[in-house]
């Protein structure tokens, strides 16, 4: 334990990136998965088909993949971004296509008598999602997305094998000088136990204060 208290400034930061890339990209992953749930129940085909591949894409690679591709292939293309930025952009879209899927699931609970209702009051398409539709879906589905957030939060420790330095990157660092694999990652494992437990704690109180009574 003496080697990670004599390195608390670097453990500090690194959970502090650690937490910066988690919320940036959850952030990014609910809009991008919002849009793309709207694309896919929208009446335009080429709307549909986009999203839909969008969202096949994301979840048939493997994050790894996708990671080492945005670092080390898109700047060949003339795309060039920080490293942290890349790790932000490729979480956000890899788990925007999970939120998707989640909020399409909540979608199918909100009753076709309110679009069919809202349709008849003349309300437009791009009006019945923002103002019924996602609404209601994203209440009705809290845990689930928790639960994408949960997962992101894990994934941010592939940022280590990108060179970024986040709470993994920061433990490999400190055992390569101290040589205490045992006590160095059981602490950086509890601290991600902890993290996704209050995500957890988190989402469950905010389910039962949203939750739609039917």
């Known amino acids: 334990m003496d080697a990670l208290t004599h390195s608390g400034d670097l453990v500090a930061e690194a959970l502090g990136t650690t937490l910066l890339i988690a919320a940036i990209s959850a952030l990014g992953a609910l809009v991008i998965g919002v849009l793309v749930t709207v694309a896919r129940i929208s009446s335009v085909p080429v709307l549909r088909a986009i999203a839909f591949c969008y969202v096949q894409f994301f979840l048939n690679v493997p994050l790894l993949a996708l990671l080492l591709l945005a670092v080390f292939a898109l700047p060949d293309a003339g795309l060039i ?61 809290v845990q689930p997305l928790g639960n994408v957030m949960i997962a992101l939060l894990m994934n941010t420790a592939l940022a280590a094998t990108v060179r970024v330095v986040e709470l993994t ?27 996704a437990m209050c995500l957890g704690l988190l989402a469950g109180r905010l389910e039962k204060r949203v939750a739609i009574v039917r």
């Open 81 to 141: 971004m920080p490293l942290s930025t890349t790790v932000i952009v490729t979480l956000a879209l890899y788990e925007g296509a999970y939120v998707a899927e989640a909020v399409r699931s909540g979608v199918n609970t909100v009753a076709s008598g309110e679009v069919e209702a809202a349709r008849a009051l003349g309300m437009r398409f791009g009006q019945v999602m923002r103002k019924i539709v996602v609404p209601q879906a994203l209440r009705a589905v």
């Open 169 to 195: 990157s920061a433990a490999n660092r400190i055992n390569n000088v101290a040589a205490q694999p045992i006590v160095i990652y059981a602490a950086v494992g509890a601290a991600y136990m902890a993290m």
